[in-house]
């Protein structure tokens, strides 16, 4: 019998109407366009709007354009992976919020919370469960409405995060398309660089909490600039050698769209030109678990069966990876 591989046969993105535009936050803090746009490469994000809106409103408009795009009925689905770091609540899990409200019935979920590497690890999860012959079709979303934990009072980092998400389809392959290997990291050491203060059970909410604005992304942006040039390039580099490819192999990097000089940075190591680099940072900025799924989505139109495509990514924690997959069908 062939091996079973797990096949990425879809992919959908959603990402919220309002945008923030870099003008725009001049009027919010000390900034300027022209020092954003330097710095980090991002021109405007997203924002959702409205009460009572979290990340399973990203995420549902997404899952129901996947199984639209599909021909997937949602009781056909065996298992949803949310990858998210800014769950609708604590507790369920925002799998479940989308689940029921896709009609996937059949489906159990829950959430994988790697920060900005939440999409990759829950992709390289999802995909065992393919590879082993468990299950048909599982769902793999990447979510995050970032608005809800940015301080918009901090020029450092308000300027990075912006709302959106995606979901893509996996399914098995028995021609050899889809994952083929993935090297994924984590480092706790990292967690003062990146992190939020309060609202865990190691220190609830309090008023004090609030007034001391501890329920926001805290970031030392240097040292995770730092990090993550190193970190990303590092395993791209190594899944590229272990699977012995050479730049020219590879048809496309997706990298997690975080600053696109750290992108440049790990494009340059692998030795890519940029025209095989996907790139969306300068409307989205970063959609921490959404940044992968969003590209893909937008660039699926040039994908070919067969392309090699390095997934990488790295995040809060610290967490990074990269998966080497080849891309299952052609531009439909
Ligand atoms: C946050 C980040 C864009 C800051 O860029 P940087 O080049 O490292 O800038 P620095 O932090 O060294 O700050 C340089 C100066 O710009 C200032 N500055 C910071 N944010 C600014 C802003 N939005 N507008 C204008 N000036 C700003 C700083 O106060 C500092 O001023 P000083 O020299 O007078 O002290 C960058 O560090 C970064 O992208 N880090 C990685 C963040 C990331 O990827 N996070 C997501 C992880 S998944």
Request: aromatic share 8%.
């Amino acid at each position: 019998m062939s091996k079973i591989t797990a096949a990425i046969t879809g992919v959908s993105g959603y990402v919220p109407d309002y945008v923030l535009t870099n003008k725009e936050l001049e009027t919010m803090v000390e900034t300027n366009d022209e020092w954003i746009t330097s710095r980090t490469g991002i021109k405007e994000r997203r924002i959702l709007k409205g009460e009572g809106q979290g990340t399973s409103h990203i995420a549902v408009p997404a899952v129901k354009e996947l199984l639209k795009k599909t021909n997937t009925k949602p009781e056909e689905i065996d298992l949803l992976i949310c990858a998210t770091t800014t769950p609708d609540m604590v507790f369920p899990a925002t799998a479940n919020l989308i689940t029921a409200e896709v009609g996937a019935v059949n489906a159990f979920g829950y959430d994988l919370q790697a920060a900005c590497s939440g999409f990759l690890f829950a992709l390289a999860t999802g995909s065992k469960f393919i590879e082993s012959g468990q299950y048909k079709k599982v769902v793999v979303v990447g979510a995050d409405k970032m608005s809800s934990i940015v301080d918009y009072t901090d020029r450092a980092t308000c300027i990075i995060f912006g709302d959106g998400g995606g979901a893509v389809m996996l399914e098995p392959n028995t021609e050899g398309f889809g994952i083929q290997d993935s090297i994924l990291k984590s480092d706790g050491t990292g967690a003062p660089f990146l992190h939020m203060k309060a609202g865990g059970s190691r220190k609830p909410a309090t008023i004090e909490t609030v007034q001391a604005r501890e329920h926001y992304a805290f970031q030392e942006g240097q040292q995770v600039f730092k990090f993550a040039v190193k970190g990303m390039a590092d395993v791209s580099a190594e899944i590229m050698e272990r699977n012995h490819l050479t730049g020219e192999d590879v048809a496309w990097l997706v990298p997690h769209q975080a600053n696109k000089r750290i992108i440049e940075a790990t494009a340059n190591r692998m030795g890519l030109d940029n025209e095989k680099v996907m790139l969306n940072i300068h409307k989205y900025g970063n959609t921490t678990s959404g940044t992968i799924p969003l590209c893909l989505w937008e660039y699926e139109n040039q994908l070919k069966k067969g392309d090699n495509l390095i997934l990488a990514a790295f995040g809060g924690g610290f967490t990074w990876g990269a998966i080497y997959l080849k891309w299952a069908y052609d531009p439909k």
